[in-house]
């Protein structure tokens, strides 16, 4: 079923507005009025590329959730004996553009080929049924695409849910499916427009059913001459910056709103980390006054074991002064004893005068 290279958009454009939407270059792929064009959008990682590549060769589609389709692309396709060309567009909360670059680069696209007179035949929006909850980028992203279509001719629009066979719980999966119907948040206000809610859930057999549908109904209303978006118009007729646009409205909410997150978290981390801070400095401070302790202390015990020292030094020289004191002292008292000896031998010898004999 492939159909040969896609149609990617040229670099330059024919077309200029005043606009921050069309001053940028872009152009309408070599498409004409005539042509039946369905879109194919939805976040990135919900099957984009994988339904358009049941149709042709040209699609990439990759293994994981991160994004495979880079830039809008164009690829044709045949259905039942009949050429359509399949718009591949980038999906929001993509892994390395921004919402802004990728809304902004649909508007477009939209805008040219609304100058063009190259309207959709429709639009196939594709949610991946496994989501537990639809909340944050999920939310955002309806939003984004039910103020991008507005309510006009909506008939030729399905919502399709994919991703069927990697939920254990077909219950929940079908409660999640009537919550995204019934929903005002979600899918109700499109639905009560003229949305048809599909399932993508058999592979190329459901996604040939889903676009028969939607040429059915493109072929089926006599006046149905395409879908013309709320945003063309804002775009095309009334002159609207993207920032003014409905769908612009909704992402700048998002972007603000993501901003005073950011704020409150920046506050919240500047806070604990004057905190951590803080605690660190009296740490610190402590650990330096502890550190002062250790140190008089062992100063104070080095003077103390300097002055024991000392003690010891002068005790010994002390005792050395008394030792030789005492030697001095003994040595004297020996010459006093060897005297007095001497003297008591001599008072006690008979060598007296009167024991001499003389001879006259």
């Not at 039942?80 to 892994?95: Q, V, W």
């Not at 649909?106 to 496994?130: E, F």
């Amino acid at each position: 079923m492939g159909q040969g290279p896609s149609k990617q958009a040229p670099a330059s454009s024919p077309w200029s507005t005043q606009n921050d939407v069309s001053s940028s270059e872009s152009a309408v792929p070599d498409i004409g009025p005539e042509d039946t064009v369905i879109a194919v959008m939805g976040l990135t990682g919900v099957g984009k590329s994988t339904f358009i590549s049941y149709f042709s060769d040209t699609a990439i589609v990759g293994d994981d959730l991160e994004s495979c389709t880079s830039t809008l692309s164009i690829h044709p396709a045949t259905i039942s004996n009949r050429t359509i060309y399949l718009i591949d567009t980038p999906g929001f909360d993509d892994t390395n553009r921004t919402d802004t670059d990728i809304l902004k680069e649909i508007a477009l696209w939209l805008h040219h080929s609304y100058d063009a007179s190259v309207k959709l035949a429709g639009i196939v929006y594709l949610h991946r049924i496994q989501d537990n909850r639809v909340g944050g980028s999920g939310v955002k992203n309806i939003h984004l695409f039910r103020e991008l279509c507005g309510t006009d001719r909506l008939s030729s629009v399905v919502l399709a849910t994919t991703m069927w066979d990697t939920v254990p719980d077909q219950r929940k999966a079908e409660e999640r499916e009537a919550e995204l119907k019934t929903s005002p948040d979600f899918w109700a206000g499109l639905v009560e427009h003229g949305c048809s809610v599909l399932r993508q859930d058999d592979g190329a057999a459901s996604a040939t059913k889903i676009l028969e549908h939607i040429m059915t109904q493109s072929s089926s209303d006599s006046k149905q001459e395409g879908i013309t978006l709320q945003i063309q118009e804002e775009i095309a007729e009334e002159g609207k910056a993207l920032h003014e646009t409905s769908a612009g409205e909704v992402l700048k909410a998002s972007l603000e709103e993501q901003q005073r997150l950011y704020e409150a978290k920046t506050a919240l981390l500047e806070e604990q980390l004057s905190k951590i801070a803080s605690e660190l400095a009296s740490l610190q401070d402590a650990q330096v006054s502890r550190d002062e302790q250790v140190r008089q202390e062992r100063e104070r015990a080095q003077r103390e074991v300097e002055k024991r020292e000392m003690s010891r030094e002068e005790e010994i020289i002390a005792f050395k002064r008394e030792l030789d004191r005492l030697r001095e002292d003994l040595h004297f008292t020996r010459v006093k004893q060897e005297k007095t000896e001497a003297e008591y031998r001599e008072l006690t010898s008979n060598r007296w005068p009167w024991n001499w004999c003389i001879v006259m």
